[in-house]
């Protein structure tokens, strides 16, 4: 089976400071990585993914995330927070050859200016 | 990515009704995906549609509360069959594109169902 752990229900982080959302994962076997932000009365927007290759990962709106395979980490973080990324973040997991999609609970981020 | 759109965007129903929820994409996809996401929680698969077979269902779901139809591959529909308040979710479909070396899910903006 395969999981997904999101130890923070929020994360608190003032304008300009950089921040880290957790998630660690458990799989069975190769995973990838995904990660989807949703806005309020908004569905879930792709951000990133780590399939192989570089364990840093860059994606929309200035988020990288970074693949740790020893910590089976792969947290995301962007360099200087803005106030518009304020949000509802997933982590996800699956196998590879897999199509389903295993997804956290979610971090909400607060930003404030 | 994908264009997805849904119908409708939310709606408020009696208990006992069934609502269906329409799914569109831009563009020709194989997979297609039912999400719910209950209030304050994560995303649960309820189950996979590809054209032209039976939908598979994921444990706890079953066909008779939650058909599907997937009647080409742009268009698929969720229903909701004699609706509890238990079931006052956000659903959400997603399509599976090919990117960057393995396929990705883009999701639709949601059907938010509150059920009286």
Redesign the interface.
Known sequence: AQSVAQPEDQVNVAEGNPLTVKCTYSVSGNP?L?W?VQYP??????LL?Y??GDNLVKGSYGFEAEFNKSQTSFHLKKPSALVSDSALY?CAVRL?GY???T????TMLLVSP | SAVISQKPSRDICQRGTSLTIQCQVDSQVTMMFWYRQQPGQSLTLIATANQGSEATYESGFVIDKFPISRPNLTFSTLTVSNMSPEDSSIYLCSVERASGGADTQYFGPGTRLTVL
């Open positions: 990838y995904f989807y009365n908004r569905g879930l927007q792709f993914k399939i192989t997933f590879s199509s389903t999609l997804f956290g609970k979610g």
